[in-house]
């Protein structure tokens, strides 16, 4: 009867349905909620399209066009709390496999079990198989992911920022 009663006022404080929180870790919950925090420029707990022009705007984006905002806040289907954003990232991250499926793959292009594949090796085939990447997300890629001197690419860290969405601290 005490979970029940729990989930109710969950529900009830949040605003919505709790499924959401299910979707993430508590960790990745706490990142959003201060992301969420960081957005809402006058903390009245709902993002508008003011709190993006400001939060935009610390960020050195001056111009931003009405239509703009009003297209980001328009992708929600009301206003902005924390479970609508907490949603919105959820949909979005749907289609992603867990952290343990991505590495497991990875894992069959490393038989040694070393955590890491050769930088080569990974470009050729990001570049010959199925969506190809192009020179130019090749070079994000390894400007987000720059292999270790002896030129080995720490997948690991990779599958982490597909799931998680940044690096690990270290």
């Not at 399209?49 to 960020?59: F, G, I, N, Y």
């Not at 709390?81 to 952290?99: S, Y």
Request: aromatic letters at 8%; a negative charge; proline letters at 4%.
């Amino acid at each position: 009867m005490a979970p029940k009663k729990a989930k109710r006022r969950q529900q009830q404080g949040e605003g919505g349905s709790s499924n959401v929180f299910s979707m993430f870790e508590q960790s990745q919950i706490q990142e959003y909620k201060e992301a969420f925090t960081i957005i809402d420029q006058n903390r009245d707990g709902i993002i508008s399209k003011d709190d993006l022009r400001d939060v935009l705007a610390t960020m050195g984006q001056l111009n931003v066009k009405n239509d703009e905002l009003e297209a980001m806040v328009k992708e929600a289907s009301g206003p902005i709390n924390f479970t609508v954003f907490l949603t919105m990232f959820g949909e979005k991250l749907k289609g992603a496999d867990p952290e343990d499926v991505i590495v497991s793959a990875f894992k069959v292009l490393d038989p040694n079990a070393t955590g890491a594949i050769k930088k080569e090796f990974l470009e050729e085939l990001l570049t010959t198989q199925c969506d190809r990447f192009s020179a130019e997300e090749m070079k994000n890629m390894w400007a987000a992911f720059p292999p270790d001197v002896a030129g080995n690419v720490d997948y690991k860290n990779i599958c982490y920022v597909i799931t998680h969405g940044e690096d690990k601290e270290e």
